[in-house]
């Protein structure tokens, strides 16, 4: 059932994304009179159709549809969609219309600006959306990040080994402030960072980052986790340890080993799974010892202290902005880590993922904050790979818009056929590392 569920959510998150990016050149298209031939969502491979706006049942009812100037359809193989403009090369490689006359309604005909808009509708209806997303979750969840100012991290073995410490407090990396406590290890990654300021007790000390070590960063989750004190907050009612512990008691030691924080003592509870464990509580100036009942999964029903969330609501007029300045802040920041991904000695190629790992974030339960939140990412990033200036992406078509009104010269078919050809070989190259990706997350 959780497979079901995340496949429906990637298929239907990726239908609307893509029939938001062909809406825009349809759109730019149909502004400027250039005949739109078909427009699909998904591939209609083989000319095999799921629904075509040109046969069956749709014709029956809709009789004059067969005489509509575009072909709308859905195809059989959900890897995209594609809106086919006359007198352009594209995805299809139709070089059969192209040896005939140019016609007014063809796409090669237009000026070069004009051309321009119609290629760079898809990315900007991207944007768009990605702006209309988040000013939604704004205006309606409003913003929660936990701070980073005055909350510690807890370690693993790869932060440990770059000469970080648990409780230690990251206070810069380089002359960045960072303010998200969860995007440490990103920005770590992302900045190309090589001093971090860190508050270790008293001292203030400077940690300098081995750039050799960025891959690891990278392809190692779980480097910062919130060191959290084991302080009391709340008792699991009806247990024996609600009359045994107070709200604000300071966990010190478990079976006689010191506790500093809720993470050293989980392994401690866990030899005691089903039965009983001798702590020492700090209570106001007193320290007293007393027996908690550890259950069979080695929980001792204790809620400590929430650490610091930053949360803010917003009109609908304050979220419209807000919107704005999030999906230029979320360009940029996957702008660097393609930048990343471009960089063999990072290994961040090792974490290009195809429609798998794009279906394992998706929640296992229907959440309309976490599905819309993804959509805005997910349209983003699907509008800036679209802007890479390779061939048979949308930003190949740009570059050689831009050269022409530039220099005046428009290249020949032949040149932009040829292009297409080692765009659509590179896409697949991509693919098949995507893919190989995945499996091998999935066999490890």
Same mark, same amino acid.
């Given at each position: 059932?959780?497979v079901?569920?995340?496949?429906?959510?990637?298929?239907?998150?990726?239908?609307?994304?893509?029939?938001?990016?062909?809406?825009?050149?349809?759109?730019?298209?149909?502004?400027?009179?250039?005949?739109?031939?078909?427009?699909?969502?998904?591939?209609d491979?083989?000319?095999?159709?799921?629904?075509?706006?040109?046969?069956?049942?749709?014709?029956k =009812?809709?009789?004059?549809?067969?005489?509509?100037?575009?072909?709308?359809?859905?195809?059989?193989?959900?890897?995209?969609?594609?809106c086919k403009?006359?007198?352009?090369?594209?995805?299809?490689?139709?070089?059969?219309?192209?040896?005939?006359?140019?016609?007014?309604?063809?796409?090669r005909?237009?000026?070069?600006w004009?051309?321009?808009?119609? #290629?760079?509708?898809?990315?900007?209806?991207?944007?768009?959306?990605?702006?209309?997303?988040?000013?939604v979750i704004?205006?309606?969840?409003?913003?929660?990040?936990?701070?980073n100012?005055?909350?510690?991290?807890?370690?693993n073995?790869l932060?440990?080994?770059l000469?970080?410490?648990?409780?230690?407090?990251?206070? $810069?990396?380089?002359?960045?402030?960072?303010?998200?406590?969860?995007?440490?290890?990103v920005? =770590?990654a992302?900045?190309d960072?090589?001093?971090?300021?860190?508050?270790?007790g008293?001292d203030? =000390?400077?940690?300098?980052?081995?750039?050799?070590?960025?891959?690891?960063? =990278?392809?190692t989750?779980?480097?910062?986790?919130?060191a959290?004190?084991?302080?009391?907050?709340?008792?699991?009612?009806g247990?024996?340890?609600? $009359?045994?512990?107070?709200h604000?008691d300071?966990?010190?030691?478990?079976?006689?080993?010191?506790?500093?924080?809720?993470?050293?003592?989980?392994?401690?509870?866990a030899r005691?799974?089903?039965?009983?464990?001798s702590?020492?509580?700090?209570?106001?100036?007193d320290?007293?010892q007393?027996?908690?009942?550890?259950?069979?999964?080695?929980?001792?029903?204790?809620?400590t202290?929430?650490?610091?969330y930053?949360?803010?609501?917003?009109?609908f007029?304050?979220?419209?902005?807000?919107?704005?300045?999030?999906?230029f802040?979320?360009?940029?920041?996957?702008?660097?880590?393609?930048?990343?991904?471009?960089?063999?000695?990072?290994?961040a190629?090792?974490?290009?993922?195809?429609?798998?790992?794009?279906g394992?974030?998706?929640?296992?339960?229907?959440?309309?904050?976490?599905?819309v939140?993804?959509?805005?990412?997910?349209?983003?990033?699907?509008?800036v790979?679209n802007?890479?200036?390779?061939?048979?992406?949308?930003?190949?078509?740009?570059?050689?818009?831009?050269?022409?009104?530039?220099?005046?010269?428009?290249?020949s078919d032949?040149?932009?056929l040829a292009?297409?050809?080692?765009?659509m070989f590179?896409?697949?190259?991509? #693919?098949?590392?995507?893919?190989?990706?995945?499996?091998?997350?999935?066999?490890?």
């Open positions: 059932m959780v079901l569920v995340k496949t429906l959510q990637v298929i239907l998150a990726l239908s609307v994304l893509i029939l938001i990016h062909e809406l825009g050149h349809f759109t730019f298209a149909k502004l400027f009179h250039i005949r739109v031939e078909k427009f699909f969502l998904f591939f491979v083989g000319g095999v159709k799921l629904f075509s706006s040109r046969r069956g049942w749709f014709v =009812l809709f009789p004059r549809a067969a005489k509509w100037e575009t072909e709308y359809g859905i195809g059989w193989l959900p890897l995209g969609g594609y403009i006359a007198g352009m090369i594209d995805e299809s490689l139709d070089t059969e219309s192209m040896k005939q006359e140019p016609r007014p309604w063809e796409f005909t237009h000026s070069a004009q051309r321009l808009l119609v #290629m760079s509708g898809g990315v900007l209806y991207n944007f768009i959306f990605a702006i209309l997303a988040y000013t704004l205006d309606i969840w409003g913003s929660a990040y936990l701070k100012e005055g909350n510690a991290v807890y370690v073995e932060a440990y080994e000469g970080f410490r648990n409780g230690d407090r990251i206070l $810069r990396l380089d002359d960045y402030v960072p303010e998200d406590f969860t995007m440490l290890q920005d =770590l992302r900045r960072v090589r001093k971090v300021t860190v508050l270790r008293t203030t =000390l400077d940690i300098y980052m081995d750039q050799a070590r960025i891959g690891d960063v =990278l392809n989750p779980g480097m910062f986790d919130l959290v004190p084991f302080v009391v907050d709340t008792i699991l009612a247990t024996p340890n609600e $009359r045994r512990l107070l604000g300071r966990i010190v030691h478990v079976d006689g080993e010191p506790v500093e924080y809720l993470q050293e003592a989980r392994p401690l509870f005691h799974a089903g039965g009983e464990v702590v020492d509580i700090l209570r106001g100036a320290t007293l007393v027996p908690l009942q550890v259950d069979s999964t080695g929980r001792v029903g204790v809620y202290l929430s650490p610091g930053e949360y803010k609501e917003y009109s007029l304050e979220a419209v902005p807000a919107g704005f300045k999030l999906t802040s979320t360009i940029g920041g996957y702008l660097k880590d393609l930048k990343l991904v471009a960089t063999p000695r990072t290994e190629y090792k974490s290009v993922g195809s429609f798998i790992a794009i394992q974030v998706f929640p296992a339960q229907w959440d309309w904050y976490r599905f939140s993804l959509l805005a990412l997910l349209s983003i990033m699907l509008g790979m802007l890479l200036p390779v061939p048979a992406l949308d930003g190949g078509h740009i570059v050689i818009c831009l050269y022409e009104i530039v220099t005046g010269r428009k290249p032949k040149f932009i292009a297409q050809m080692v765009g590179l896409l697949v190259m991509l #693919m098949v590392l995507a893919f190989g990706n995945d499996i091998g997350r999935l066999i490890r």
